[in-house]
């Protein structure tokens, strides 16, 4: 066991690498940069020495190679150095969106586990009727489904509803407050986007529970404990549900993993601050060291939850060790 | 399940009737929802294919006489702030998508498939060193990848399905080289090996057939996928281009600013984005549980 | 010397205009206390006003900030009506044959560090606008090419020395990215301290800044004009999306957005709030250009050009187009409401301006068709990746050149690579440019048509030394009658005889807000009065 992870974490070594490398590259290949931005944003005179000013002092006129080294260097100590639109440090910057997201994030997760499991169960339980079928087409549609399109369903009916019903539009706040702070402003923000983002998430981790289940369902323990005359209610919950969790639990985490940074579409249509709005502005403003670390923050991230992940499989299967 | 199959067949072959058609027929059968998917689909396709014959308007043309038009006996889904027919643009953004969807999937996954393929049958450090640079595309989340070779190459559509295609290969790879494992350990693959078949027919001949099923798993639900891709660049200004017809394209800007006085802009594209993607996973699915063994419905 | 007093005069006429309207309006006296939150669709990059040029930067840190002069905020439409910040009276008459100016600094500034303000403060805030140290950025240095030195010989008195006499010399001061910061903080911290710290002698103080989120301000007691700020805080709060800034003023989470909306916007919000809603309208002193790229064929030929602009329906766009564009003025190369602008029925004997839209056409079709243009072929149209009003435009711009059969395929590009094609790639034939200023001074703004050797922001690529004389020439007349005739010859060349570039509409600034947001009044730039001292709620 001990030497299977020894080497997966040696796996992990040139993957994080490799993603550096190509973060790096792929953020230079964008024609323009951010000095040319800020200079000729009244579109009369850019003076082209503000411009070699400006680039001098960012450090982006430098030989790639060396702003390679220092991105690498930097990564590795921990400095992830400054903004290069804002000229603040990045570590600010990310932090104060982190506590936004994550929250996100979690409310979205915890609609989606309440969903997904009851109906993935009832779906499997109930193959191929009606309520079957109702479930998968409820779960279908919430992949089919921008969300960020619902999202502006959102707002536009609670504009309109609340016009109609108090006679002033209501909308969600569109400032933060943390939840500590005033817990009623925090959610009535937050519950809007985690509704959005929260149910295509239950969408896939019903099909993923319904199908992980069908599958346990079949399994010979499980004809073997049917045999034995157990209630049905009883082999569902102490033997089908809980092997079916270990790919429902995956997909979840999974889809966290992908939730932290991957709100890029949705925050947009929410004025959220979070980790996405921050990735799409700086990849707007050619803002290489925000994006960069950004980027190899969700890069590392998912390496490590697929690890976590591998190392649970093996753990539990001793097979997959020894492959 | 395989005997049931066989069934069928020799029914069929009894009946004097094409053994296809009678297939597909109990395929309909057994997998109504699926049925309606790939019926939704053809739909998609069929307007997509004949849109100058059927649309009254002109897709890009503006017309200020007839801005913010709601849906009525004229048009039947409105107008936009140009004053295009909403109908209309949606029947062309048909194409759009479809083309997106299509060649995005169809590359994507057929590249994965190769490549896939090919690691595991060669396995060793070939396979090692491939993996990891699978994993290392595979980092990154779909839309952030997108966005970058967006910013690269420019907006446009050519660009977009680039954009898109490109994540799809690791993952399409990833799933195909597993199954192709276990293909490579069947007796006849080492027996077409021994016998100094090169490398390239064993691949082609024997491994790939045996690896369609999650082939055409992968396909079907990147082509849900990259409509929603699309849409989503779109909508962030970094797909498609005005004043071209495409969904995503429709949701964004002024159908987000007028929407409370115009609804009807940023609600029918939306519906069509989600029936297409809809059908498409539908079909999918119904494609899932047919070819793969494990999740057939008894 | 003449052109000084001209402007004068009709500053003098504006403000007594405004004095009979004041008297009429004034009557609820201003109530203290309130917060004021307002939305800002740009991003806020550094604080250092003089290195950077959004207005993402202006709106929220502004009101930390005093300058030397300012437009004036109870008359701020008009193009020649300033008054003093922190300099003392009005502005001062030159001398010295009109080349040096003397400002009086007022006694009782202090910065909100505690420290007062002296006229080596502002010393040091213009030596390092005009002439930074090496390696130090100042993005605007280019509009002071005619002074010769600043010196302050006692505490209270500032004097600015001219090379040459110049009537873009006082609007350039009046820029409200000039801020003025305190010469100690540059001695001691450097010249990037300001880039992340705030020590102004504004009406109001910093608090904090969430990055992506909000600045956050408070009053400031001991600001120099006495009784102001009325506010007793204000907030800025970021949202890039313009529907978002529309459901906040809706829904209200905030008072007001200091940009601008679409009419359709303005209607719709109307509609919904009723009494709840006040709107200030005004023309813009920004405009979108077309630049076709004059070293790629076919538009290296004059008759293209020619017809790119006359398929353009300028009168029709303004009226329709301008419903949900912030465009809506049709004018020249100056300033609408400037002394300087043509005239309608000057602008009429222009090419893409005459009144018969059919006739401007089928010239159009007739020039393509005389230099055997291929209309087959599919042109790239080069667009920046921001919507209002960019995006808009652009796709009528390219369903307008349908109309004579030229293809174009927009190219929508982030701002950055925007950029990089404008002035650097060239690969597009027919770019969108803009020209977006702050204080109106025509005589620097209509810079962007000289040859590109000599503008620095010219896209287009020509070089044409007959505009380049016009442009000395204009500059060193003094009679501004004389002054506006070789304007015209300028404009007629630039826009209609050679064809090098076009101005498409002048942009419409239109900012509706919350019918309790009193004392503050639209100005012709999204730049401009936005100190907010004068701002005060009616709750």
């Known amino acids: ?323 | 399940m395989a005997v049931s199959e066989i069934t069928v067949e020799e029914v069929a072959a009894e009946r004097n009737e094409p053994s296809h058609r009678r297939a597909l027929r109990d395929w309909i059968c057994r997998k109504p929802l699926g049925a309606a998917g790939a019926f939704v689909v053809l739909f998609f396709i069929f307007l997509a294919a004949v849109a100058e014959l059927i649309t009254v308007y002109d897709p890009v043309a503006n017309s200020f006489e007839s801005m913010h038009v709601p849906p009525g006996a004229a048009h039947w889904f409105g107008t936009d702030q140009f004053g295009r027919d909403i109908l209309t643009r949606i029947i062309f953004g048909a194409r759009t998508a479809l083309l997106v969807g299509f060649l995005a999937s169809v590359v994507g996954s057929t590249l994965g498939l190769v490549l896939g393929v090919t690691s595991a049958y060669f396995g060793g450090r070939f396979d090692l060193i491939f993996q990891r640079i699978m994993d290392v595309f595979m980092s990154f989340p779909l839309i952030i990848m997108a966005l970058a070779v967006v910013s690269i190459f420019g907006t446009g559509i050519q660009n977009v399905i680039l954009a898109i295609t490109i994540p799809f290969i690791p993952r399409c790879a990833r799933v195909v080289r597993s199954s192709a494992l276990a293909v490579r350990e069947i007796p006849y693959v080492d027996a077409a090996r021994t016998l100094g078949f090169v490398h390239t027919r064993i691949i082609l001949r024997h491994m790939v057939p045996n690896v369609m099923a999650p082939y055409l798993i992968m396909l079907t639900t990147f082509m849900g996928q990259a409509i929603l891709l699309e849409a989503s660049l779109s909508y962030l200004g970094l797909g498609v281009q005005e004043p071209t017809p495409a969904w995503g394209l429709m949701l964004q800007g002024g159908a987000e600013e007028y929407a409370e006085s115009a609804p009807w802009i940023p609600i029918f594209p939306g519906l069509a984005i989600t029936t297409a993607v809809f059908a498409f996973n539908l079909f999918g699915d119904a494609l899932r549980d047919t070819l793969d063994p494990r999740l057939r419905s008894e | 010397m003449k052109a000084m007093r001209w402007k004068t005069v009709i500053a003098l006429a504006l403000i007594a205009v405004f004095a009979i309207f004041a008297a009429g309006s004034a009557s609820a006296a201003p109530k203290k206390g309130g917060v004021l939150k307002f939305v800002v669709g740009s991003k806020i990059p550094s604080y250092d006003a003089h290195v950077e040029t959004t207005f993402g930067m202006i709106h929220p840190i502004r009101p930390f900030y005093s300058l030397l002069i300012r437009v004036n905020p109870n008359n701020p439409s008009s193009p020649t009506d300033f008054v003093c910040d922190v300099c003392e009276g009005s502005i001062p008459t030159p001398t010295e044959e009109s080349t040096k100016y003397t400002f009086k600094i007022r006694d009782n500034i202090w910065f909100h560090d505690g420290q007062k303000l002296t006229a080596a403060d502002v010393k040091a805030t213009y030596d390092k606008i005009i002439s930074p140290p090496k390696g130090v950025v100042s993005a605007r240095k280019a509009f002071y090419t005619m002074v010769e030195s600043v010196t302050a010989p006692d505490k209270n008195t500032l004097v600015f020395k001219l090379k040459y006499p110049s009537g873009a010399f006082v609007p350039a001061l009046a820029s409200p990215f000039n801020f003025i910061y305190r010469k100690a903080d540059l001695d001691k911290h450097g010249y990037t301290w300001h880039k992340k710290n705030v020590n102004g002698t504004g009406a109001f103080r910093f608090v904090q800044h969430k990055p992506g989120a909000f600045v956050e301000g408070k009053r400031y007691a001991k600001y120099h004009h006495k009784g102001k700020p009325y506010l007793d805080g204000f907030r800025a709060i970021s949202a890039p999306k313009m529907s978002i800034r529309l459901q906040a003023i809706r829904g209200g989470r905030a008072s007001i957005e200091f940009r601008g909306f679409p009419p359709k916007a303005r209607d719709d919000l109307k509609k919904a709030l009723g009494g709840k809603l006040k709107v200030q309208e005004s023309d813009w002193n920004c405009n979108l250009m077309i630049t076709p790229n004059s070293k790629r064929a076919p538009f290296n030929d004059a008759r293209v050009r020619r017809a790119l602009t006359l398929a353009v329906d300028r009168w029709g766009g303004s009226k329709y187009l301008s419903r949900i564009a912030i465009v809506k003025t049709v004018g020249g190369i100056v300033f609408p409401k400037h002394p300087f602008a043509a005239t309608k029925a000057e602008l009429q004997k222009i090419a893409g301006y005459w009144p018969d839209i059919n006739k401007s056409r089928a010239e159009a079709k007739r020039l393509l068709k005389a230099a055997g243009v291929d209309l087959s072929k599919t042109y790239i149209f080069n667009n920046r990746g921001v919507d209002q009003p960019y995006r808009v435009v652009g796709t009528w711009l390219i369903d307008q050149w349908r109309k004579v059969g030229l293809k174009f395929k927009q190219e929508v590009k982030p701002s950055p690579a925007f950029y990089d094609s404008l002035r650097k790639k060239k690969d597009w034939h027919v770019s969108i440019d803009f020209n977006c200023q702050s204080v109106i001074n025509p005589l620097v703004d209509v810079s962007k048509f000289l040859s590109n050797d000599v503008s620095g922001s010219q896209h287009a690529q020509y070089q044409d030394r007959t505009m380049d004389k016009l442009y000395d020439q204009m500059n060193r007349e003094a009679d501004p009658a004389k002054q506006r005739e070789i304007m015209r010859k300028y404009e007629k060349r630039a826009l209609d005889t050679m064809a090098h570039q076009f101005v498409t509409l002048w942009w419409y600034k239109i900012n509706p807000h919350r019918s309790d947001v009193k004392g503050w009044k639209i100005a012709p730039s999204h730049y401009l009065n936005q100190s907010l001292d004068q701002v005060w709620l009616d709750q």
């Open chain 1, 1 to 323: 066991m001990y030497k299977y992870i020894l080497k997966r974490i040696l796996l992990m070594i040139p993957t994080i690498v490799g993603a550096a490398v190509i973060v790096f590259f792929l953020l230079r290949a964008i024609p323009g940069d951010v000095c040319e931005l800020r200079m000729a944003g009244s579109g009369l005179y850019a003076d082209p020495e503000a411009i070699k000013i400006c680039q001098q002092n960012l450090g982006i006129d430098q030989p790639l190679y060396i702003q390679f080294f220092d991105f690498v260097w930097g990564f590795m100590t921990f400095d992830l150095g400054e903004s290069m639109w804002t000229g603040k440090s990045i570590t600010e910057e990310i932090g104060l969106r982190f506590e936004l997201s994550l929250q996100v994030a979690i409310m979205a997760t915890l609609t989606a586990t309440v969903i997904a499991i009851p109906l993935g169960t009832i779906s499997a339980i109930k193959q191929d009727t009606w309520v079957d079928y109702v479930v998968r087409i409820f779960s279908i549609a919430g992949i089919a489904m921008p969300s960020f399109w619902l999202g502006i369903l959102i707002i536009l009916g609670l504009l309109i509803a609340t016009q109609k019903v108090t006679g002033t539009p209501w909308m969600p706040p569109i400032e933060y407050t943390p939840i500590w702070v005033d817990p009623f402003a925090n959610l009535s923000q937050l519950v809007w986007p985690a509704m959005a983002t929260g149910y295509r998430y239950s969408a896939v981790a019903t099909r993923m529970t319904r199908s992980a289940l069908l599958e346990v369902l079949r399994e010979d323990y499980v004809r073997t404990a049917r045999a034995k005359g157990l209630f049905e209610k009883l082999i569902i919950n102490r033997h089908a549900l809980k092997n079916a969790m270990l790919p429902v639990t995956t997909v979840i985490g999974l889809e966290f993993a992908f939730l932290m940074g991957g709100l890029v579409v949705t925050e947009q249509v929410f004025n959220l601050n979070g980790l996405g709005k921050l990735f799409v502005e700086s990849v707007l403003n050619s803002d290489y060291t925000v994006t960069q670390s950004l980027v190899m923050l969700v890069a590392v991230v998912f390496i490590l939850t697929n690890f976590v992940i591998d190392i649970l499989y093996a753990w539990l299967d001793p097979r997959i060790r020894y492959a």
